[in-house]
């Protein structure tokens, strides 16, 4: 079971999805989410922000559907979201490491790191993350996703300072573009990534890049960053519209029954 603060290895194969429904066609999805699943691109993780949550609290969070019903509907609903998808969902923050990250040489790492880095992009050095390389934690790129979509755990737990950092500066930018930015544990203190960067995590060589996020260079490298995110995105939008059918026709079913009990 993934625990806030793990990074995980995604899996480059598109998910299953409800037994028996047809699997999400490849051409739905971006070109660089397709190089993804076709093995051409490099391998991808992210760090667990939130705990594991059932299906149905997707739904009930995106709409009021289930509040539309009567309890014990809703509780049937629940029933058929845990054999729809058992594993449930989670959100996560996205890393990237497709760039050449080399460790700054100075003691300035807001004004050393990959040109292509805006206040919301932290660079996190692989003696922290445990992993073989340097990634980028995209701050501001807080995402749902399947729990059958993490592959396994590699590299080393952030610890609470670092997860908590992390958060920081990516809070402002969530709160103004990201819908479902209330899914994030709330951070300790407001951070800087549209006024300017946040400082640095020292000693542990953890910073925010030099640029701000409207920049015209950091603006393309996030476009890229959004394409690809469909690689977790579509998945668990086409398992929450599946979802949402089975919850109509169970509402359908409860009330043709309850009709039928009284002779209405």
Not at 127 to 148: K, Q, R, Y
Not at 242 to 255: A, G, H, V
């Amino acid at each position: 079971m993934p625990n806030p603060g793990e990074i995980w290895r995604i899996q480059q194969k598109i998910p299953d999805l409800a037994s028996g429904s047809a699997p999400l066609n490849h051409h739905l999805f971006s070109q660089p989410a397709r190089r993804f699943f076709n093995g051409d691109g490099p391998i991808r993780h992210v760090m667990i922000v939130g705990d594991v949550y059932p299906l149905s609290a997707y739904s009930s969070m995106m709409d009021s559907a289930l509040l539309a019903v009567d309890q014990t509907t809703a509780q049937l609903a629940d029933y058929l979201a845990f054999d729809l998808l058992p594993q449930g969902w989670v959100t996560v923050m996205v890393l990237d490491s497709s760039q050449h990250l080399e460790e700054p040489n100075d003691d300035t790492l807001v004004t050393s790191g990959p040109k292509a880095l805006s206040h919301a992009d932290a660079w996190i050095p692989s003696c922290l993350s445990g992993l073989d390389h340097n990634v980028i934690a995209e701050t501001w790129h807080i995402v749902p996703m399947l729990v059958n979509q993490l592959w396994y755990p590699t590299g080393n737990r952030l610890d609470f300072l670092i997860y908590n950092y992390l958060l920081d500066i990516g809070d402002p930018v969530l709160s103004t573009v990201n819908p479902l930015s209330h899914l994030s544990p709330p951070a300790f203190s407001q951070g800087l990534a549209q006024n300017g960067p946040h400082p640095p995590l020292f000693p542990l060589n953890i910073a925010p890049g030099p640029h701000p996020v409207s920049s015209p260079q950091v603006q393309s490298f996030h476009h890229v960053e959004k394409q690809w995110s469909e690689v977790l995105r579509l998945p668990i939008t086409a398992c929450y519209m599946q979802f949402e059918q089975l919850l109509q026709t169970t509402s359908m079913i409860d009330r043709a029954c309850y009709l039928n009990h009284f002779n209405l």
